[in-house]
């Protein structure tokens, strides 16, 4: 098999061949079809976020392909099946996963995710649990599944959110391919004329006339009014800082992209007192991958036209155009094709 290998101490990519694994009794081999890079990966890349401390590491958590072999007590999966990998579990055994808050487990959770702490999808083939293996839809095809994952973080957000009203104002900061979810999302849910999305790129905010929306695009300077939700999809404190200013009362921010864990916002403690202002995290997708098919097969026909998302597929071997294209904002998300 052909994968990227990453080395954790110094912080380097590598392409390199090696014989397909054999899966073991619970596990299942996956013949790997497309697997984005997430902001994740390029944090991880450069040394600013957790994960596996030692050795050399397949990065890769959102990903599809076919099952390729099974393991001698799988009993659910058969070989050809078209999956898509939930790269999240619990070990449940702990407090928090009896309580269904998995996210917070200390040894699964974020501290266990496929691609991040295992092996992952950057790679011809991977091996997962039978356990965190998802059939995909009939209406949805392979490349479309790769989507899954962050879909599946989207519907947590939602949940957290306890839904959005149409006719609510709404601002999203940040117009990468997460932003875009976002605001496909919301359209899908009725709401129209009411959204408004920040995003200093003029290249992204064109990108999304390309979907017909009907939505507000405006640079962080033009943000003018009172918003009754801002969902951030930047990672960017400032813009946070920012949003948390424009909310009017009642309002409520989903902190959703991931920031530097040395990052900072101020905020006046008076003003959540006055306007009984919410903030809410998402972290991962507890529980929720089941509702990121159903986004999956509700959103694939309208939404998720990879050249409409500005989404560029890359062959594994050109993973470092794939990168520079995403540092430079060329692009809203690389997905690898193996």
């Given amino acids: ?9 110094n912080l380097t990519l590598s392409l390199r061949k090696a014989e397909v694994p054999t899966p073991g009794p619970n596990d ?9 890079i997430c902001g994740t990966d390029l944090h991880i890349i450069d040394g600013s976020f957790p994960c596996k401390k030692e050795g050399f590491l397949t990065l890769g958590h959102e990903f599809s392909g076919t099952v390729d072999a099974i393991g001698s ?43 991040i702490y295992k092996d992952g999808g950057f790679s011809t ?8 293996v998802h059939l ?24 957290k959110l306890n839904g959005v009203n149409v006719g ?11 932003g875009i979810l976002w605001a496909c999302m919301l359209h899908l849910h009725g709401l129209r004329k009411t959204v408004t999305i920040s995003e200093p790129q003029e290249k992204r905010r064109k990108l999304l006339s390309n979907l017909d929306l009907g ?15 801002a969902v951030d999809c930047s990672g960017s404190s ?41 903030i809410v995290g998402v972290n991962i997708n507890p529980f929720t991958f089941p509702k990121g098919l159903c986004l999956l097969s509700a959103m694939a026909e309208r939404y998720l036209n990879y050249e409409k998302l500005g989404i560029k597929v890359f062959p594994l071997s050109q993973y470092r155009e794939a990168l520079d294209s995403l540092k430079k904002g060329e692009i809203s998300k690389a997905v690898f094709k193996m």
């Fill in 1 to 9: 098999m052909e994968f990227l290998s990453f080395d954790v101490k």
């Fill in 28 to 36: 299942v081999r996956i013949k790997v079809a497309y697997c984005g």
């Fill in 73 to 115: 007590s799988v009993k659910n999966l058969k070989v050809g099946q078209k999956v898509v990998v939930d790269p999240n579990n619990g070990c449940n055994i702990c407090t928090y996963c009896h309580s269904g808050a998995y996210q917070f487990c200390s040894s699964g959770g974020i501290n266990s995710t496929i691609g």
């Fill in 125 to 132: 083939h991977a091996i997962v649990p039978e356990t965190q």
């Fill in 136 to 159: 995909i839809p009939d209406d949805v095809d392979l490349a479309q599944a790769a989507l899954t994952e962050p879909l599946s973080c989207l519907a947590r957000g939602w949940d």
């Fill in 168 to 178: 609510s104002n709404v601002l999203i900061t940040g117009a990468g391919i997460i």
């Fill in 215 to 229: 939505f507000q695009m405006k640079s962080p300077e033009q943000l003018k009014g009172q918003f009754d939700v």
């Fill in 238 to 278: 400032p813009a946070m800082e920012a949003a948390v200013s424009l909310l009017g009362r009642g309002g409520r921010l989903c902190v959703f992209g991931v920031a530097n864990p040395k990052a900072k916002f101020s905020i006046e403690p008076f003003q959540i007192y006055m306007k009984e202002l919410q």
